[in-house]
Each structure stands twice: as structure tokens, then as C-alpha cells.
């Protein structure tokens, strides 16, 4: 049998770290990428979270809601990079 960890390391910072990240891809593509190829590199950024998420949750060496985490991490970034990018997406409208 094996023994539990005492005082297992907390899980939740493993997912806001996916969460910033995310919040940096969006508005780093939405500062520096030309309108017309924000949504392939919102897309390329997106997978690059998945990504940041599987390793992120590995690194932690936790198998207990291993993908519950890594679904929270992922949907937790295309939620910021949507906010992000409708962001972009009113002001690439508003006459300025």
C-alpha cells in the first residue's frame, strides 16, 4: 500500500498559472498580430495552453483529478482568451 502525503501540494495555483499564461497570449497576439491572423494564432495559443496544462498538472505528480485539473486549466484559458479577444474584437470596431 502506499502511504498519503501528509499535506498534499496545492492544485488550484497549478491552474491559475494556465489561466495567466493564457491572459498573456491573448493580449500579447492582440497587441503585436495583424487583424486578419488573430484568430489562427488565438487558435495556435490555445493549444499551446493544453499543452502548458498537461505539464503543468504532470510536474504536480498527482493522479487524483488529474483530468478534472487539466480540464479546468483549458477551459478556464479559453474563457480568458475569449474575454481577450471580444476585447479586441469591439475595438477593432469603434471608429479611432
Known amino acids: 500500500m502506499t502511504v498519503p502525503e501528509l499535506a498534499p501540494r496545492r492544485t488550484v495555483w497549478g491552474v491559475l498559472a494556465v489561466w ?3 491572459a498573456l ?8 498580430v495583424p487583424e486578419e491572423w488573430r484568430a489562427a494564432w488565438l487558435t495556435i495559443g490555445l493549444g499551446s495552453c493544453l499543452v502548458l496544462s498537461f505539464v503543468v498538472q504532470l510536474w504536480y505528480g498527482r493522479s487524483q483529478e ?10 478556464g484559458a479559453m474563457v480568458v482568451m475569449a474575454v481577450i479577444s471580444a476585447g479586441f474584437g469591439l475595438a477593432a470596431i469603434v471608429p479611432g
Open 20 to 22: 495567466v499564461v493564457a
Open 66 to 75: 488529474f483530468l478534472v485539473r487539466v480540464a479546468a486549466s483549458v477551459l
Open 25 to 32: 497570449l491573448g493580449i500579447g497576439i492582440g497587441v503585436f
